[in-house]
């Protein structure tokens, strides 16, 4: 009899047990038409069917600029509670600072367990991307001189901080550039409008020994690895977000983002030729886990859902395809030719690398590459999307390079070794 009524509680249970939601929404996008053409202050005529075998809670629109890999619209957001929604509405194109250029319509639906995306190439003409100047961090044995270099003009000192430079990175929209310390602990954000400090942050932890590792900044948002394991996002506004700690003996070494996603790469403290990319929703639950025996240096969404992750281990260098959805990847083309540590892309198919002793341009379609500096100690760089220019640093001297030709257009002295770089555009 015991049994029976164990039986009886048991097959109950399983009745009542809620069932997994696999399915995800299904998007179909009737309007805009692809490549269609706006402008600054237009609306985009938004027409759309959303079905699911749930209840789809939430409907959101926005503009994605993959290339800034940021929303350049506020999203707008719809609450349909039905399996089936069909969305017709105008979306205003409200930014008159918006650069021309192509742009992602994304239509995303949530049904609570399953999120997804569909994307529809637009054009929106807007004002002209134009560069400012390149910021040029000078470091002395415990301090840092910020250069800003103007083309046609002499380099003019516009900051000093008591730290040593590891990082710089701008956000153009706020015009704040971020300065990420080598040694210290002491994060600061500095308004390159007003040239004044509007932000510092000590630690990431309760203990004041944070050795920062890496920045990147992600739809405005900027997340910050340390040492101890730990990444933590703030927003705009230096309100904290995103926060993240590596598990067990592993640490950071490595963080890079895509449009929703955050990629943590760790080294283990007992194995750090052993690499392990984990993709994370910003809101920070894991999606996937990668485990490589070679370091990633290098992560590019080079369409909707699909992007190249970028290994380095010796001096052989290896191009993943990684399907963003599945998550999945497969081995694109590897080579021997050099040891890099970064990665700039300068398109889908084309890339700069970085290694301590030379600078080359590579391209994935054609497998030509170009040196653009060699002979070089502690190499740094940074890309000119508008010009079509690198800033090439090593030592104490900077020297501008023609991207496709690989001539040297400009060569300048500073009196201490360039510890990084940044290019600064208008809003």
Not at 28 to 34: A, F, G, L, V
Not at 264 to 270: C, G, K, P, R
Not at 274 to 290: M, N, Q
Not at 330 to 355: A, K, T
Request: charged fraction near 20%; proline fraction near 3%; charge should be negative.
């Amino acid at each position: 009899m015991t049994y029976r009524f164990l039986f009886i509680i048991l097959l109950t249970f399983v009745a009542c047990k809620k069932e997994s939601d696999n399915q995800k929404p299904i998007i179909e996008i009737i309007s805009p038409n692809e490549n269609s053409v706006y402008s600054v202050l237009g609306k985009i005529e938004v027409s759309a069917s959303i079905q699911d075998d749930g209840i789809i809670q939430s409907v959101s629109v926005s503009v994605y600029d993959f290339n800034a890999k940021r929303n350049v619209l506020k999203p707008k957001y719809f609450y349909p509670n039905s399996n089936t929604f069909q969305l017709n509405d105008n979306y205003i194109i409200s930014d008159s600072l918006i650069y021309s250029g192509d742009y992602y319509l994304t239509i995303t639906a949530n049904d609570d367990e399953n999120q997804t995306t569909a994307y529809r190439l637009i054009k929106i003409q807007g004002i002209d991307k134009k560069k400012i100047s390149a910021l040029i961090a000078c470091t002395r044995v415990t301090s840092t001189d910020i250069h800003e270099v103007k083309t046609g003009n002499s380099p003019q000192l516009i900051a000093s901080f008591d730290k040593v430079c590891q990082k710089l990175t701008i956000n153009n929209y706020h015009q704040t550039m971020w300065f990420l310390p080598g040694a210290g602990n002491k994060l600061i954000g500095y308004d390159l409008l007003d040239q004044r400090i509007d932000f510092e942050y000590n630690h990431l932890t309760a203990s004041n020994s944070t050795i920062f590792t890496d920045m990147s900044l992600n739809d405005e948002k900027l997340y910050v690895a340390a040492k101890s394991g730990h990444v933590k996002g703030f927003n705009p506004n230096f309100g904290e977000g995103f926060i993240y700690q590596s598990p067990g003996s592993s640490f950071v070494k490595r963080i890079f983002e895509s449009q929703d996603l955050l990629i943590v790469s760790e080294s283990n403290l007992t194995n750090q030729n052993e690499t392990v990319a984990t993709i994370y929703k910003v809101s920070g639950s894991p999606k996937s886990s990668l485990v490589y025996n070679k370091e990633l240096i290098g992560f590019h969404e080079v369409r909707p859902k699909v992007a190249y992750l970028i290994f380095a281990k010796d001096s052989t260098f290896y191009f993943y395809e990684y399907d963003l959805d599945l998550g999945f990847s497969s081995q694109l083309y590897s080579f021997q030719g050099g040891s890099f540590n970064e990665v700039i892309p300068i398109n889908h198919q084309e890339f700069i690398l970085i290694g301590n002793k030379k600078v080359v341009r590579f391209n994935l379609a054609t497998k030509y590459i170009l040196d653009l500096k060699a002979n070089l100690v502690n190499a740094k760089a940074a890309y000119d999307d508008v010009n079509q220019q690198v800033y090439i640093a090593s030592g104490n001297e900077l020297t501008i390079v023609d991207v496709q030709s690989g001539a040297t257009v400009n060569t300048m002295l500073f009196q201490e070794e360039i510890t990084a770089i940044a290019i600064r555009y208008n809003r």
